[in-house]
């Protein structure tokens, strides 16, 4: 018998009598449950979709993060005081057991401040994220929205700094039918409650018709904790304090009105994510956050529609780690006066 993350197996026992008639008991095992008279296993496909569901909702926290040229695209040599930016970007995920897709749309506004060796913009923003999973017998739905500031400077020696903070609240709606005995629905009443903290440097070299540019960028801040509750069954993430380590490389053309990026880089976890608990009738089991890495490629273009207007696009895909995008498209068009 099956319900939750366990595989119940009762104890019977053969005998025959000295009339030689069969008999099949019932009986107690040795267990710390007072009267217990099943074995219990784990279900390994439930958890291992269940743990599937938890890793892809560590994955859209992962999307959240953006740095200076994601959300502004090109800035330098903008003669203008202020600016309002849109930026778009969606894509796919995929595991064993699960797809999904997600789109964000974000919105800011900065104003420049000029200083005898830097420029600073200093701005707002707003998103709302939407991310989807589904497979035979799941579907889940995350919803963020989120405000946050940043501050990006220019140095005039090529050196470029960018430090952004966001809180984003997510709510999750999931239908997990592959839990046997669940009725499908895994309620997430409180959501999840999430900081990022960012803070990105990098150098740009310039030559006459191309650039070099490489970046070190760490990535922190709170991933609240995830509770889906079910009628007999629960799967939940604990809260935990990300670290991670972003390098990149790039190297771009410089023309007038249209330009072109290439690059690559890696992400490295230098602390676990959350733990992952899913709880049944029978026990709570509980598997400790890991650490992961994944390499990206990045291919993507700039244009000068008129002096006031630009619009990027960029294409991307990360490799090798536990938890990958398999491709991310992301756009951006600012207009400054």
Do not use: C
């Not at 797809?99 to 707003?126: A, C, H, P, R, T």
């Not at 999750?172 to 959501?191: H, S």
């Not at 400790?288 to 960029?314: A, C, H, P, V, W």
């Amino acid at each position: 018998m099956e319900q939750g993350f366990s595989i119940y197996t009762p104890n019977v026992v053969f005998s025959h009598n000295k009339e030689n008639f069969a008999q099949w008991n019932l009986e107690k095992i040795d267990s710390k449950i007072k009267d217990e008279y099943f074995f219990t296993n784990d279900n390994t496909q439930a958890i291992a979709k269940a743990k599937s569901i938890l890793a892809q909702a560590t994955l859209g926290s992962m999307i959240e993060w953006n740095n200076m040229h994601k959300r502004m695209g090109e800035l330098r040599n903008n003669p203008y005081e202020s600016g309002v930016w849109l930026r778009t970007f969606g894509g796919g995920t995929s595991d064993e057991y699960n797809s999904g897709k997600y789109f964000e749309i974000q919105s800011g506004y900065d104003k420049l401040n000029e200083y005898s060796n830097f420029e600073l913009y200093s701005g707002v923003m707003i998103n709302y994220t939407n991310m989807n999973l589904s497979a035979t017998d799941l579907s889940a739905k995350l919803n963020g929205y989120g405000i946050g500031q940043y501050f990006s400077f220019l140095f005039n020696e090529g050196f470029y700094s960018d430090f952004v903070l966001r809180y984003i609240y997510h709510q999750n709606e999931v239908n997990a039918n592959f839990i046997p005995g669940n009725q499908g629905r895994l309620d997430d009443n409180d959501g999840s409650h999430n900081i990022i903290l960012s803070a990105e440097l990098g150098y740009r070299k310039n030559y006459d018709k191309f650039y070099l540019e490489s970046s070190l960028e760490f990535i922190s801040g709170y991933v609240g904790a995830m509770d889906l509750k079910g009628d007999i069954a629960s799967l939940k993430r604990s809260s935990y304090i990300p670290l991670v380590a972003k390098t990149a490389f790039f190297i771009g053309s410089q023309n007038q009105n249209l330009n072109f990026r290439t690059g690559l880089g890696l992400y490295a976890d230098l602390i676990k994510t959350g733990d992952q608990i899913l709880e049944d009738q029978a026990s709570q089991r509980r598997y400790e956050g890991k650490k992961d890495q994944r390499m990206f490629i990045n291919l993507g273009s700039d244009y000068k529609l008129n002096d006031k207007t630009r619009f990027s696009f960029e294409f991307e895909k990360t490799f090798f780690g536990d938890l990958n995008v398999d491709w991310s498209v992301n756009a951006n068009l600012r207009y400054s006066f």
